[in-house]
């Protein structure tokens, strides 16, 4: 079975663009979340869809947005880039494994703001 | 405040060395996962534990939950240098269907 996929793996970009990041589950996950990584602030939740709909959402302003397709697959928009925004982005995707829910993460999406 | 406390943040070792990593919190979690990431990588999940008093073995690593269910700890015997990279905890508690995670223990582990 396929893991997460995630594309672009790095991407550099200026203040003040946005951007566009994609994501693909595991087939048959439902659940796709998106966390920013930072060495100063670590792992911090973004938001999660699932089946569609934005089930929970972390503390990032609205320049951070997202969206889930029918087939699962989401993408994440970061308006106005600033300095701040380079992190790991990273996607996961999450199912159930005899019962008990497993979350999977993909390579991670470098950002770099200029 | 982080709902789930790593610790030690930083680990320097030799190898054959053993350590343990802990994560505690004050709440309950329904299941508890352990993670690690290598540099540039996405975190790859190591192991699920659901039972309190559950122990897992995965080669060098032995995983326990607490009774409770408020905490976990990761043993590695004989440590290597593969063993290296960033371990992180991440639980879920009843209902929340979200994952809360630790800040991660950086472990080192010098050839």
């Given amino acids: ?114 | 405040t982080q709902l789930l406390e790593q610790s030690p943040q930083f680990l320097s070792i030799q190898e054959g060395e053993n350590l343990t990593v802990y994560c505690n919190s004050s709440s309950v979690f329904s299941s508890l996962q352990w993670y690690r990431q290598e540099p540039g990588e996405g975190p790859v999940l190591l192991v699920t534990v659901v039972t309190g008093g559950e122990v897992k073995k995965l080669k060098r690593l032995t995983f326990q939950f607490g009774d409770a269910r408020k905490d976990s700890s990761l043993h590695i015997t004989a440590a290597q240098p593969g063993d290296t990279g960033l371990y992180l905890c991440a639980g879920e508690r009843q209902g929340a269907q979200k994952l809360v995670f630790g800040q991660g223990t950086r472990l080192t582990i010098n050839p």
């Fill in chain 1, 1 to 114: 079975k396929a893991g997460v996929t995630q594309t672009p793996r790095y991407l550099i970009k200026t203040r003040g663009q946005q951007v566009t990041l994609s994501c693909s589950p595991i087939s048959g996950h439902r659940s796709v979340s998106w966390y920013q990584q930072t060495p100063g602030q670590g792992l911090q939740f973004l938001f999660e869809y699932f089946s569609e709909t934005q089930r929970n959402k972390g503390n990032f302003p609205g320049r951070f947005s997202g969206r889930q397709f029918s087939n699962s697959r989401s993408e994440m928009n970061v308006s106005t880039l600033e300095l701040g925004d380079s992190a790991l982005y990273l996607c996961a995707s999450r199912g159930t494994v005899a019962g008990t829910y497993e979350q999977y993460f993909g390579p991670g999406t470098r950002l770099t703001v200029t």
